[in-house]
Structure formats: C-alpha cells, structure tokens
C-alpha cells in the first residue's frame, strides 16, 4: 500500500465496516430489519443510508455511507482551511446512531470520515471518532467503553478523548451531551497509510464497544418514569444535532439529502420546562456523576 | 406622547398584554395554570417567563416578558448592525407560543419587541408579528388569521405578510413552517410614536387572531393518526427554531436564561425517517394546499 491518499481503499473500508455493524444491529434486535435504498449523489457520488425504526429493541438506527463529491467547499467547511474555499473535493463518510427502546441502554454514535482535495500535492485529512450517550449511569459501561476505546486509539486515546469531551459539548445548557469517548478530526500524523491504519483500529472497535453493553441492558425492566427520562434527555441530544454539531450544519448547508442528515435525530423527544431531576434520584445522578468528564479507566466498577 | 423612544412605555404595554393573554388561555384550557416567577436579569433587567404545561387542552403555552439590559450586544444582534457592535443596550419583548394538544388545533407564536441604544440620537427600532402552524388545514381559519392580520397591521400587511412567509421558511426542507401572518423587523416607520401605535395594534389582535381558531378546534375527535402526524409536524417547529430562528440564536448566545429562550419548544416531537404522507390524504393537503405562499384573503372558505 503507497502512501499516496487513496479515496477508494476508504470507501471499501467503510462500505465493509457498514455492512458488519447492519448485521450485527439486525442480530442484536431480532426483529426489525434495516431500510436499505442507494442515492447518486452529485458528480459520480452514492449515499447508502440503511436506516431500522420501530425494532424490538432498537427504536431507531441510521448507518450511512456517503461518498460525497463537489465542484465548491461549502462556507462550514472552509472555516478551519480558508484557502480550500472553493475548490472541488471528495468526501467518504460511515455514521451510526443507535436509539435503543429501553431507557437503561445508552444512545450511541460513531462517525469515521476522509476528506481530500485532489492537486499535485493532495489535501487530506481523516476525523471521526465515537461517543455513547446514557440515561442512566453504569460505571461498569462508562469502563468498558473507554477500555475498548483507549485499545482502538492506543497511545492517542488521553488526546482523542480530551477532544471528546469538548466537542460534545451542550454549550447552552454548560452540560456535557454522554460520557465521551474519542474525537479526532485534521487527522494526518504519520501519513496516510498509517492514519488509516489507526481508523481502521478504531472502526473495527465500534461494534466490540458497543453491542456488549446493549446486551446487558437491553432487556432490563422499566416503566414510565424511565421512559419520560430518556424522552427529556433526547431533547438534549436534539438540541446538540440541530444547534451545535458541526456535521449537521455542513448537511444542512452542503446540500445532502436531508433525511440522511438528520436521520440521527431520535423517533422521539420532550421538553419539559425549567425540570431537575429529584434528589438523590438515579437521574441526578447521571448529571452529577457521569455527565462530567472524568478518567474512567481510573474509576471502580 | 413625546416622540423619545420610551421603553417604560413599551415595557408597560408589553407586561399588560402579557397578562391578558395568560388570562385568556387559562380561560380556554379551563383547568391547567401558568408556572409564574420573576427572575432579574443582569444590569437591572427582569424576566417575567409564564409556562403552561400538561393542560387539557393546551399540551404547552409559553408566554413571556423580558426586559434585558447589557453592556456589550452579542455578534447575533449586530450582523445587520456593525457599527453598533460592543455597545450598551437595552431590549423589551413578548412573546407567546401555543402548543395545543388537539391536533386539529393550529400551533400559534407571536413576537413584539422593542429594542434601544440609548446616545444623544438614540438608536431604536421595533419588531415583531405572529403566525400559524396549523397540523390540518382548515380555509376558513387561515382566512380569519389573515384578515385579523391585515385589520391590525392595515396598509403594511401586503409587506408584512411577504416578510414573515420569507422568515418562516424551513430552507433545509424547501418547507414553510406554516401559513404565515405578518412579521416585521428594524421599524421604524413615521418614528417612535407612530411605529408604537402600530405595535399596539398587532399586540392587541393576537388573542382575536388565535382564540376563536383554538375554541373551534380544541374538541374535534382525533385517534392516534392525528397525533403522530402532529409530533412528527411539530419536529419541522424543533428544527426551525434550533438550527435557523435568529430570535433563539440571539437567546443562546445572549447567556439569557436558557429555560426562557428554550421555552418554545413542543412537549413532545417525533421523526420518522423518509416519511411522505399518503396521497390524497388531509396531511398531503396540508403540505400541498397550506405550506404554500398565497393570498390567504382571497380564497373562499
């Protein structure tokens, strides 16, 4: 393998990863099976989004591939590289989100991306990352999933999940959006082949991370109350999407196809006015004790 | 009435009509109350936020006054006013949105601001309207919002009807948000005396706008159908407000109290991914026959 960015190795890579996380999603479920259709996108592109809605276990799930291709940088993603304002490009990109039905199963979300503009010297950068989103605490999850992380991203686990905790962020509310995970994006260090090299680490690491504490909660009794939680603190989730994330605005503005944009918007959400939780309660708790970056590889079980 | 703008004189309209409008609709949900309580804002400011939820029929009303004071306007407020960048200023609005739970019943919003540097030439301007997010379309009510518009806002009601289907435009969806009414922005017009006349006049035809629809509506039989269509329609309001309204951006940014500026949002909104409404149903209508731009005074009921 040259080190010589190459979009198609990517796509492959993706397209796999994709497929692997549709069939252990289907699995993880047992009943509900994922929409799949395949859009041309501008100029040579394809957007294959697969979404499952309405599942036993999962209430919705959306894993999509884009290879997406321009003539024009759109203003969102210019704001770090101005110089690139304006030029065509080419995109690769695999997202997942997963709302699970059950409240005690935390919400999860991972997205590996490469970009690259095409010259005699090629611009390129690789991002991506993967966060989980609780409603209800679970020390021995927050541990799991940091563990699988820190092994995924090896010796750049400390930065990625510093980046993490930054990038998901709920300005507005001064609330962190889960308990983290890693971020990475301008990613080049060592040069192609051996930053795809460390995606590839962290791709293959998102079904070992999450699918394990899916299973153990995904069938844990609940009634209303939970259910009321985890319908108020998607709307927190929503708010992240709609008012903050930078993927989002890039869709919306880019020109995507809005269902795929915003296809990680949950099935369901509240907005309960000026609500706190009871105290002592195990939804303070949540706010209290995990949604604060911490070490979690440091923590007790 | 002198011709020096007056925010004790604006603010004093603002709080009377405020008052009268919760009145109102407590007398229309005949059993839910409005959450009252005072918070100051920096510099000597008040907010007067009152918060109806879980009503019988109304499902969610906001109605709030504030009168914020700061230092230095955040970049939101001066896109369109540079020079005023970093100044002292002062602000008074009202604003009421009304989430019913019937789904035939229209969700309602309206505005009415005042804003003030003051300088030795004080730099003011009013803003403000109303306009209707109906779930079902219904004629007869489109043309009495219109015409109780047009009687409040008389000669500008051709502009400000153009206005408010321009800014109630959901662009990542190529969606008005609803059927419009009137909106208007930086008013001035024949100075302070004058403009606040107008003001009054709009301010006054809100609850004569919206009421009569809300009694006509608020007891029709709806089943399961009607509310899903409704949650899902009301997820087009959450996106409006938290990736395009200027109002709620300003909000986040202005460090107001997050509670308030977030108080629009529905109780409960749903997405369903790629979803088209059944042809020829009454919820293709309303997306063919009522989220279109048209003059609304002359189509028979």
Redesign the interface.
Known sequence: MSDIPNLDQVKAYLIDLQNELIAALEVADTRAKF?QQDYPTPIGGIARPR?L?NGLYIE?A?VQFTHGRGNSLPPAATARNPELKGRPYEAASMSIIVHPLNPYAPTMHANLRFFLVQSKQPFWYFGGGFDLTPYYGFTEDAIHWHATAKKAADRHYDQFKQNCDEYFYI???KEARGIGGIFFDDWTEGGFRESFKLIQSIGNAIPHAYLPILERRKNTKYSHRERSWQ?YRR?RY??FN??IDRG?KYG?QSGRR??S???S??????????YSPAEGSPEEALLNDYLTPKNWLAQKK
Request: charged share 25%; glycine share 4%; no cysteine.
């Open positions: 929409i979404v809605e919705k959306a300005t507005h509310r319908l709307g929503v708010e709609l008012a989002t919306l809005i269902e944009v915003l296809a918007l949950p099935p369901l959400a509240a907005w309960k006015y000026d």
